[in-house]
């Protein structure tokens, strides 16, 4: 059974932290690359960071630069995203992706990551509610 688990939202004031977390499950390939993406209702789905699993390349978005970051922990197959400095523009529903070619050794540009339609998987969102 393959899945994203994502975990880690909440509500937070302006200026505080959250880590999130998403746990990899079923998967006999390692992604190429992980991704977060965040929406709120009525919005086009937003590229927040990306990695790209074997050379450990990050990608973030301007405004997120600097106060958020991708990381890998492969001990336990789970990506994680620190928030930090959160703003209330920050406020969204939070999806974990991933970008998964299953050993058939296709994967995506760096150009790619922003992009929704890359990824193949995706696991149910966490909230993430900054006052």
């Known amino acids: 059974h393959v899945q994203l688990v994502e975990s880690g939202g909440g509500s937070v004031q302006a200026g505080g932290s959250l880590r999130l977390s998403c746990a990899a499950y079923?998967?006999?390939?390692?992604?190429?690359?992980m991704a977060w993406f965040r929406q709120v209702p009525g919005k086009e789905r937003e590229a927040v960071a990306a990695?790209?699993?074997?050379?450990?390349?990050?990608y973030y978005s301007d405004s997120v630069k600097g106060r958020f970051t991708i990381a890998l922990d492969n001990t336990n197959h789970t990506v994680y995203l620190q928030l930090n400095s959160l703003k209330l523009a920050d406020t969204a529903m939070y999806y974990c992706?991933?970008?998964?070619?299953?050993?058939?050794?296709?994967?995506?540009?760096?150009?790619?990551?922003?992009?929704?339609?890359?990824?193949?998987?995706w696991g149910q969102g966490t909230q993430v509610t900054v006052s």
């Open positions: 079923g998967f006999t390939y390692r992604s190429d690359f």
């Open positions: 990695i790209r699993t074997g050379i450990r390349s990050t």
């Open positions: 992706a991933a970008r998964n070619s299953g050993g058939m050794g296709y994967s995506i540009t760096d150009q790619s990551w922003s992009d929704s339609r890359q990824y193949n998987y």
